[in-house]
């Protein structure tokens, strides 16, 4: 088993741009979040998805859009990238009904220029 | 803001000792959680602590919570220089939303 699967692992975009990250996890898990982490920050939730065809608000949603696709899959969207959003993005699936602890894809460092 | 605030930032220590580090959280828990990160990679769970558990064990790993002060320790004993690494601890609230909150984690350096 992959586990949780994150596409791109480096991507540089310039301010205004648009781009998707992906995320796939391979372990049926229902619960999928999207976290920021900034140095001395830690990880700041963005959005979560407690189930599949459901998405709630974290700490930090703005200038994010998220999409449960199915299942297996919740995309991170940026739609006009700002500097501020330079950051290391991780993705994390959870099992909540039996061992609620959360797995992480390896993340994907993003810089806004 | 965060949730949880990890105590100290930073930790130093020699091969061998013992290292505690502090997580204190501002709202009513279900459960808490430690986690580690290695050198800006994914965090991997350690070990989950429920609101109506005062103590835990797992390997080296020993995790304390009260909730009447809303903190909680983790205790690493014997400490490897393969334990360095960052330390968070995590939080799931009583609104049963599944939304967890992190700290902002403290950062373990075990000398050889």
């Known amino acids: 088993n992959a586990g949780v699967t994150q596409t791109p692992k480096f991507q540089v975009l310039k301010t205004g741009q648009s781009m998707t990250l992906q995320c796939a996890q391979d372990m049926n898990h229902n619960s999928m979040y999207w976290y920021r982490q900034d140095p001395g920050m830690g990880l700041r939730l963005i959005y979560y998805?407690?189930?599949?065809?459901?998405?709630d608000k974290g700490e930090v949603p703005n200038g994010y859009n998220v999409s449960r696709l199915n299942k297996r899959e919740f995309s991170l969207r940026l739609e006009s990238a700002a500097p501020s959003q330079t950051s290391v993005y991780f993705c994390a699936s959870s099992d909540l009904a039996t061992n609620e602890k959360l797995f992480f894809g390896s993340g994907t460092q993003l810089s806004v220029l | 803001s965060q949730q949880g605030e990890e105590d100290p930032q930073a930790l130093s220590i020699q091969e061998g000792e013992n290292a505690t580090m502090n997580c204190s959280y501002k709202t009513s828990i279900n459960n808490l959680q430690w986690y580690r990160q290695n050198s800006g990679r994914g965090l991997v769970h350690l070990i989950l602590?429920?609101?109506?558990?005062r103590e835990k064990h797992s390997g080296r790993l020993r995790v304390t919570l009260d909730t009447s002060k809303k903190s909680s320790s983790l205790l690493i004993t014997a400490s490897r220089a393969a334990d360095t690494a960052s330390y968070f601890c995590?939080?799931?609230?009583?609104?049963?939303?599944?939304?967890?909150?992190f700290g902002t984690g403290t950062r373990l350096k075990v000398l050889a």
């Open positions: 995590a939080t799931e609230g009583t609104s049963g939303t599944y939304k967890y909150i």
């Open positions: 998805s407690a189930s599949e065809g459901t998405t």
């Open positions: 602590i429920r609101s109506n558990e």
